[in-house]
């Protein structure tokens, strides 16, 4: 059974930076590409950064250049680095992996100003 599970979420101020983690149990991780997702309060669900098997990475216009997306296929789990976070940061953010479409809990992340 396929299984994923966000931590390191939590309280920030703007400017501040956070460390997700997502750890993947079930099998699937080192053949999935993964992404991060994120839904703020009373919006719809987004898409934040992708990575694939081998590393390669991809982001949404509006994290580039503050978030870093990796992965540790050792240890079965995908990273989210979050610098300069702003008020607009604050999220629900979800680990997906792309084989299965699987989904965690989620992490809250709140950014105050």
């Known amino acids: 059974q396929v299984q994923l599970v966000e931590s390191g979420g939590g309280l920030v101020q703007a400017g501040g930076s956070l460390r997700l983690s997502c750890v993947a149990s079930?099998?699937?991780?080192?053949?999935?590409?993964m992404a991060w997702y994120r839904q703020a309060p009373g919006k719809q669900r987004e898409l934040v950064a992708t990575?694939?098997?081998?590393?390669?990475?991809d982001y949404e216009d509006f994290v580039k250049g503050r978030f870093t997306i990796a992965r540790d296929n050792a240890k079965n789990t995908v990273y989210l680095q979050m610098n300069s976070l702003k008020p607009e940061d604050t999220a629900v953010y979800y680990c997906?992996?792309?084989?299965?479409?699987?989904w965690g809990q989620g992490t809250l992340v709140t950014v105050s100003s």
């Open positions: 990575i694939s098997t081998r590393g390669i990475t």
């Open positions: 997906n992996s792309r084989v299965g479409d699987y």
């Open positions: 079930g099998g699937i991780f080192k053949i999935s590409p």
